[in-house]
């Protein structure tokens, strides 16, 4: 029987198929252990056990993919590494006809079968394996008893003219080199030559297994045949286990390609894209169902209570069943509208995004660069509305000098299009994908079915819509009015509003999920009829020192010792009161609180250092903690102080990490004290200097 869920779903897909566009959703969420403190799950990308949870995950993955096969490739590589990060995938037909049924991956490998001598059994067997397919080879010896290498030509050609001596036979593993600056390239290849090199590993300890390098292929087609070869090869020669590496397999729309790659803190899923809703709410709610049964999370819940993100992001891709087929080149008026709507709503580059936003992050929108770029941005969106006849290319190079972050790397956007037709980047930079950047990692999988269905239709209104006319210049309001959650919440319900009008309207429940805050910090406290809360906000971190010298690392160096809290006041109780003459205080200084919804609500944003970082910025700000509020009315006898503290109140140390949820929630609530005192003993009042006012916002580091 269909859930109501399902149903939600299965209109959705129909809305979208209704508009003509293939809308394909894919995702790359990333989890953590996080019950350990160790380096590779607080900070570091590689090392520990993190490589061993990997493999686990991609072992249960594949036991629910029957017919799939485990392929270990090479990952990112950043300045400093010596070889490119391991990245373990798992590939398989869309259409279920199995791809492997041969010896497993030795992820699946029992001691006691462990086997020496495997090699040579199995380069025999491959030898018959092309002979029977009418394949040319040659072998070649590598180095050792156990090395070597067989050059095949599938295409029927001989080697008769190929130079025994060429350097290139005994060419490094793509795991045991670096990879160039320029991108993987397998030039045997290119000419037709396939190289694949055969040796025996130590996987794990007591098990020596028989490991394969792959050569680049360019066609599914192909590759699906090499696959053939080794299934073949591998199980007549009874091997109980076979390690596939090398170059990563060619992907189209017939196949999906998963994999799992380290990142800092955390564990990293690129999971293939899905033709509909429907089929990514099950991927999705797979993996998460994987990561849990292993330990994995896809949040952290910090020794005060804090819940934060895994430690990486929770990006979604965009695209086509094929690069042709993107729905930006179908309709190439489209990612120039979505840069304007992501313009005017900010709701959508900060409401759900992680704890780092702004210029110097992971996904600068594009009118956080400098201010001349933002006026050449309008220009490029003027041009591309009045050109007829908008080549991938074109639209491509039109864009990529906004859409990037200040030192001009196109990967760090809020609407990264590095992979939608980029010729400068090998192999996989003219996919037609576009990957929406400034979204933290969805801590359930219900949560990011609802960004990814939000995100879908917002795609799909605009292929057919155009919501928002030219840029808007935002100013300062940038950041500050939208450092509020309270504004931020408005402006999306804007955006469900126009989806609403448009026919991409949201289910209720899918909308309650998009503005349920869970992750976010927040108290209230009632005192004479009225409700104070106090809510974590968005404050918009530095980068200490310049953009361009940390390019190098897989990380950046940024000031996070400023935070920003959301203070709001509005009526409540049985008894409520009317909100004049109510005044907020920090000390003895006036918090002169906004007006908003006709007077029945008051709010203001609060700056303030939490710490000192052993590098940052203003050196001589002293940190601020606990902060002190203070709730009164001149006609009142009694007023309301708060403390609300960083750290347990009385200093005292946690007995550990919170163990679930309900643990985290109550270290939070513990954080804030309130007592009640008498008016009359309050200082007398003071007004904030102007210079520590903005428009939404009192920095209590300037008083």
Not at 497 to 510: K, V
Not at 677 to 699: Q, R, T
Request: charged share 25%; hydrophobic share 40%.
């Amino acid at each position: 029987m269909r859930s109501d869920l399902d149903k939600v779903i299965e209109k959705h897909d129909a809305a979208v198929a209704a508009g003509g566009v293939e809308i394909w959703i894919g995702a790359e969420p990333t989890f953590t252990l996080r019950t350990s403190e160790a380096p590779e799950w607080l900070s570091q990308a590689l090392g520990g056990d993190k490589e061993d949870y990997a493999l686990r995950m991609a072992r249960e993955l594949s036991l629910r993919h029957p017919g799939s096969v485990i392929l270990r490739s090479v990952g990112r590589q950043y300045g400093g590494e010596e070889r490119p990060r391991w990245s373990i995938g798992l590939f398989e037909r869309r259409d279920g006809v199995a791809v492997w049924n041969g010896p497993p991956d030795p992820v699946f490998a029992d001691p006691s079968t462990a086997q020496a001598g495997g090699a040579q059994r199995f380069r025999e067997a491959l030898a018959r394996t092309f002979n029977q397919r009418r394949w040319q080879y040659r072998v070649y010896p590598v180095g050792n008893d156990t090395e070597q290498c067989l050059l095949v030509r599938t295409d029927g050609k001989g080697l008769d003219g190929f130079d025994a001596d060429d350097p290139r036979l005994r060419r490094c593993s793509v795991h045991d080199e670096k990879t160039p600056d320029s991108g993987l390239s397998d030039s045997l290849a290119d000419e037709g030559f396939f190289l694949f090199a055969v040796g025996e590993v130590e996987c794990a300890p007591g098990i020596t297994t028989v490991r394969v390098d792959l050569p680049a292929c360019r066609e599914v087609a192909g590759f699906l045949d090499c696959l053939a070869v080794l299934n073949q090869a591998a199980s007549a020669a009874a091997l109980p286990c076979l390690l596939i590496q090398g170059y990563p397999p060619p992907v189209d729309a017939s196949v999906s390609w998963t994999t799992i790659t380290p990142d800092p803190a955390v564990i990293e899923i690129n999971q293939a894209p899905q033709p509909d809703l429907a089929h990514f709410q099950a991927a999705a709610g797979e993996l998460y169902a994987v990561a849990g049964g292993l330990g994995l999370a896809p949040y952290r819940l910090q020794y005060n209570g804090t819940m934060s993100d895994s430690g990486g992001g929770g990006q979604f891709t965009v695209g086509g069943r094929t690069p042709a087929s993107s729905p930006f080149f179908a309709a190439p008026w489209l990612l120039p509208r979505m840069v304007r709507y992501f313009n005017h709503h900010p709701a959508l580059s900060y409401l759900f995004a992680p704890d780092y936003v702004g210029s110097a992050s992971q996904s600068p929108r594009a009118d956080e660069g400098v201010r001349d770029a933002f006026r050449e941005l309008e220009v490029a969106l003027w041009q591309l509305e009045l050109r007829e006849g908008v080549t991938p290319e074109f639209l491509w190079a039109s864009l990529a000098p906004f859409l990037a972050d200040p030192s001009g790397n196109s990967h760090r956007s809020e609407l990264n299009i590095e992979k939608l037709w980029n010729a400068g980047l090998p192999l996989r930079g003219c996919l037609g994908l576009l990957e929406f950047r400034a979204f933290r990692m969805p801590h359930s999988p219900r949560r990011a079915l609802a960004v990814a269905l939000l995100l879908r239709s917002v795609v799909a209104m605009l292929a057919q819509h155009d919501r928002a006319q030219g840029l808007r210049d935002w100013g300062d309001e940038l950041h500050d009015r939208f450092a509020l959650p309270y504004y931020l919440r408005r402006d999306l319900g804007a955006v469900l509003a126009d989806l609403e009008r448009t026919g991409f309207g949201l289910n209720p429940s899918i909308a309650e999920e998009l503005f349920d805050d869970t992750y976010r910090s927040r108290w209230s406290v009632d005192f004479a009829g009225c409700r104070l809360e106090i809510e974590q906000a968005i404050e918009f971190w530095p980068l200490v020192g310049d953009v361009a010298s940390q390019e190098r690392g897989g990380s950046r160096l940024v000031d996070s010792s400023t935070l920003r809290l959301q203070i709001t006041l509005r009526r409540s109780g049985e008894d409520p009161v009317a909100l004049d003459g109510w005044q907020l205080r920090s000390g003895d200084y006036d918090i002169p609180l906004m007006t908003e919804e006709e007077g029945e609500l008051r709010l203001m944003g609060l700056r303030y250092r939490d710490f000192v970082p052993w590098r940052g910025l203003h050196p001589a700000i002293r940190p601020l903690g606990p902060v002190l509020l203070t709730l009164c009315h001149p006609d009142r006898g009694e007023a309301l102080e708060l403390s609300l503290h960083g750290w347990q109140p009385d200093g005292l140390p946690y007995n550990g990490l919170p163990g679930e949820l309900d643990e985290a929630a109550q270290r939070r609530t513990e954080r804030l004290r309130s007592r009640i005192v008498s008016y009359a003993d309050l200082p007398p009042v003071k007004s904030p200097p102007e210079d520590a006012l903005s428009g939404f916002s009192l920095d209590l580091r300037r008083l």
